[in-house]
């Protein structure tokens, strides 16, 4: 059971340039979402999904986009990356609505440490 | 709106002492709790969850907190601290739709020798 499964781990873009942060999970879970960790701010919400074909934005969501094809799949892209989106994201997954008399906890991928020259 | 408030963002306290993290949250109904442990350049892992069974959690690693409503608290506690404790932790609260988690700012944890 592999979890919530993060790719690349480690990438470099220059400023302007566009990549995509890929999340898996393989637990079925309805809810994904991405977050994005900085020194001293602890972890800010990006963009959310509650299912297949539905998403919202979170708290941070300029400079990104997302989509939901799949349960399984929550890819996050940057369109024009700047420097101002160095920093290392998560992406997380849970039960979500349906299940929220027995809600649960968030699985955590490892992390992918983005840097933006 | 929900908030999550961790009152000391840095902690240090010595091997074999007891560890107290305070967290208090502020919401219009009864969230779900948890707290949540980092350790450097890892992921975040769970501890323990709070999801109105019982007031007193227990968590992995000899950790406990306990709710109380009253104070709108959901304190962590260790009676004995390990090296291994220091990391990152977070207070995380969700509401009853499983959909809005909200994150505390996070408290690092240092155990001296």
């Known amino acids: 059971n592999a979890g919530v499964t993060q790719t690349p781990k480690f990438q470099v873009l220059k400023t302007g340039q566009s990549m995509t942060l890929q999340c898996a999970q393989d637990?079925?879970?309805?809810?994904m979402s991405w977050y994005r960790q900085d020194p001293g701010m602890g972890l800010r919400l990006i963009h959310y999904?509650?299912?297949?074909?539905?998403?919202d934005q979170g708290e941070v969501p300029n400079g990104y986009n997302v989509s939901r094809s799949t349960t399984e799949d929550f890819p996050l892209r940057l369109l024009s990356a700047a420097p101002s989106q160095t920093s290392v994201y998560f992406c997380?997954?849970?039960?979500?609505?349906?299940?929220?008399?027995?809600?649960?906890?968030?699985?955590f991928g490892e992390g992918s440490r983005l840097t933006v020259l | 709106a929900q908030s999550v408030t961790q009152l000391d963002s840095h902690v240090s306290v010595s091997e074999g002492t007891p560890v107290l993290l305070r967290c208090n949250y502020s919401?219009?109904?009864?969230?779900?709790l948890f707290w949540y442990v980092q350790h450097p350049n890892k992921g975040l892992q769970l501890l323990l969850k709070?999801?109105?069974?019982?007031?007193l959690v227990k968590g992995i690693n000899g950790f406990e907190a306990e709710f109380k409503k009253s104070e709108t608290s959901f304190h962590l506690t260790k009676p004995s601290a390990h090296m291994s404790d220091a990391a990152e932790y977070f207070c995380?609260?969700?509401?009853?739709?499983?959909?809005?988690?909200?994150f505390g700012p996070g408290t690092r944890l240092s155990v001296l020798p």
């Open positions: 997380a997954s849970s039960y979500g609505p349906r299940l929220a008399g027995l809600t649960g906890e968030l699985f």
């Open positions: 637990m079925n879970h309805e809810y």
């Open positions: 999904s509650v299912g297949a074909g539905i998403t």
């Open positions: 919401s219009s109904y009864s969230p779900s």
């Open positions: 709070y999801t109105s069974a019982a007031t």
């Open positions: 995380v609260a969700v509401d009853n739709y499983g959909q809005n988690f909200v």
